[in-house]
């Protein structure tokens, strides 16, 4: 199941949905949204009543298939490649204008050659601009 919700959130049309649902035109509509109804269509896909009250023969429901694909995630990461980027909460750090660059790992949205679906780890460091030109870094959250 998270194979297919990995699938499923790199494919073009959910892009375009989380694109669109951040872009502003709704607020009440966020990428959080979108997530979930990936997640609602893999369970439906792998066979889990829509309904919430469990299949025709009585087996787990699509709400308790639900929870139990969340809760798969963030012990599945080599699978489920995006809680490497929500793993990562904000707080607040004691790096200093004019400090070393520490040793931070970063992560893209797919690999550099592009073989693969997943996160790439790259290192702060490596994006230092070889001319001497500062570096910024800019992280936000919006949803």
């Given at each position: 199941m998270l194979q297919r919700e990995a699938e499923l959130r790199l494919a073009p049309e959910t892009q375009k949905a989380y694109?669109?649902?951040?872009?502003?035109?709704?607020?009440?509509?966020?990428?959080?949204?979108?997530?979930?109804?990936?997640?609602?269509?893999?369970v439906r896909e792998f066979g889990f009543g829509g309904d919430g009250n469990g299949d025709a023969e009585g087996g787990v429901?699509?709400?308790?298939?639900?929870?139990?694909?969340?809760?798969?995630?963030?012990?599945?990461?080599?699978?489920?490649?995006?809680?490497?980027?929500?793993?990562?909460?904000?707080?607040?750090?004691?790096?200093?204008?004019g400090d070393?660059?520490?040793?931070v790992e970063l992560w893209t949205t797919d690999d550099e050659a592009g073989s693969s679906p997943g996160a790439s780890p790259v290192g702060l460091s490596s994006l230092v601009p070889a001319d001497g030109r500062p570096l910024a870094v800019v992280a936000l959250s919006y949803s």
């Open positions: 694109y669109e649902a951040e872009s502003g035109v709704d607020d009440d509509y966020s990428w959080m949204e979108v997530t979930s109804e990936v997640q609602r269509r893999v429901s699509a709400e308790a298939a639900l929870g139990e694909l969340r809760a798969a995630a963030p012990r599945n990461m080599s699978i489920a490649w995006w809680q490497k980027l929500v793993q990562g909460k904000a707080k607040r750090g004691t790096v200093r204008a070393a660059i520490p040793t």
